[in-house]
């Protein structure tokens, strides 16, 4: 297919997108796909410094719910041609960031639109706690918007691991799933 009937049919369906920058992107992608399941429709994309800023903006607009991620700090070089992104980026969509990224303030401070945060610290707007390795696997609670639901992972999985899912949990939270269902999508899930 060519890309203008691409573009052309991405106009018309306005899936919801998801930009991804950082390591561990295509492990966040099989997160979410699998939470998601089949009926959501959402594009996903892995994202470097590289990527092709036109296209990416033409994408993003179009969308009916644009995101944008940042995994880590290993960004930072990348950081001024992803600023452009930032400031372009539309109001009706909303960017995520690990809250220990350290141009996080750069980014809200660039952003027009809602940022949030997510971790393993009680500042960012979703973070766990009471993390617990078992030899049956990890449990902990997520805290997201005043409610808490435990989690419980069936292998035993790290901290970073457990940082990522935090990412997939919110993207899957802004894309309509409450944490009961996202907690229950999860329990099968192979890390």
């Known amino acids: 297919m060519n890309k203008f009937l691409q573009n052309l049919i991405f106009s018309f369906t306005?899936?919801?997108i998801v930009v991804i920058f950082g390591p561990g992107c295509d492990f966040l992608?099989?997160?979410i796909s699998h939470i998601l399941g089949e009926e959501k429709k959402i594009l996903m994309i892995c994202a470097d410094s590289n990527y092709n800023k036109d296209n990416l903006q033409y994408l993003v607009e179009k969308s009916s719910l644009p995101i944008l991620a940042f995994l880590e700090n290993n960004i930072s070089p990348a950081l001024s041609n992803i600023l452009g992104l930032i400031k372009d980026f539309p109001g009706k969509g909303f960017i995520?960031?690990?809250k220990n990224?350290?141009?996080f303030k750069k980014i809200k401070n660039e952003a027009q639109c809602r940022v949030f945060t997510f971790g393993l610290?009680?500042?960012a707007n979703i973070f766990a706690t009471d993390i617990n390795f078992t030899e049956e696997?990890?449990?902990f609670k997520i805290n997201y918007a005043g409610h808490i639901v435990p989690f419980w992972i069936k292998k035993k999985i790290s901290e970073k691991e457990i940082n990522d899912l935090m990412?997939?949990?919110l993207i899957s939270a802004l894309n309509g799933m409450n944490l009961v269902e996202i907690s229950q999508s999860l329990k099968n899930f192979d890390f």
């Open 29 to 31: 992608i099989k997160m």
């Open 167 to 169: 990412a997939a949990v």
């Open 96 to 98: 995520i960031s690990d």
């Open 101 to 103: 990224f350290s141009n």
């Open 14 to 16: 306005k899936p919801p």
């Open 121 to 123: 610290l009680g500042e």
């Open 137 to 139: 696997g990890t449990n």
